[in-house]
């Protein structure tokens, strides 16, 4: 039985242990989205001295998508090893804690 600390209870090593995976799940997607938007931005540059206006147009338009499609990748993948758990306020909360604690590390 989970220990109460005030209103709060102490989560259980099954429930830490699912947070912090979901926490390196969603941080991962992030950090994917971040290297694709770099590699598609890294083109400008040629397609502005080459003047490849529709080619630019197009790298545009793939940086807008990349932020859904990231998105819905996570999201999927989330529903599927959250599974009925996704709408559990309090594994949220300790998600939240849990990415965190993973930014604190990277920063």
Known sequence: MPVLLGSRRT???????????????????????LAEFAAVTRRAPCRFEARDWRGRAEDDAERLGL???????IAIRLRRTLDLRV???????????EFKKQIDRVL
């Open 67 to 73: 932020y859904d499609a990231w998105l819905d990748r």
């Open 11 to 33: 989560p259980s090593n099954e429930v830490v242990a699912l947070a912090r995976s979901t926490a390196e799940a969603i941080l991962e997607a992030f950090d994917g989205y």
């Open 87 to 97: 709408t559990q306020v309090s594994l949220w909360e300790q998600i939240k804690e």
